[in-house]
């Protein structure tokens, strides 16, 4: 079984959480976590047929469950200017 450009192996800690659509071009976001010190760190990967764009570590919560809620506080339009600056 190959591997899909919009799958993750380098990222196994990711997971699918919506994908932004704009004409022609779209893109999968995922939320990568990871625990550590403070708390659990997270940062988001844009993923399209194309390529991959990915922040730094950006959050940093107390628990997992407060990173996603981070996480869903950002609109579509923020999303797309974080993504926009990646490029």
């Known amino acids: 079984m190959t591997s899909s450009p919009l ?3 380098d990222h ?3 997971r699918h959480l ?8 779209a893109w999968r976001v995922y ?11 997270g940062r988001i990967h844009f ?7 990915s922040t730094g570590w950006i959050f940093v919560e107390p628990s997992d ?3 996603l ?6 609109s579509a339009v923020e ?9």
Do not use: M
């Open 65 to 67: 469950q407060d990173l």
């Open 69 to 74: 809620r981070r996480f869903q506080d950002f």
């Open 31 to 41: 939320l990568e976590s990871r625990l550590g010190e403070p708390g659990t760190r």
């Open 12 to 14: 196994p800690g990711a």
């Open 7 to 9: 799958d993750l192996p």
């Open 18 to 25: 919506g994908d932004l659509a704009r004409g022609e071009t």
């Open 47 to 53: 993923v399209s047929a194309e390529g991959t764009r």
């Open 79 to 87: 999303l797309w200017k974080l993504l926009e600056s990646l490029g």
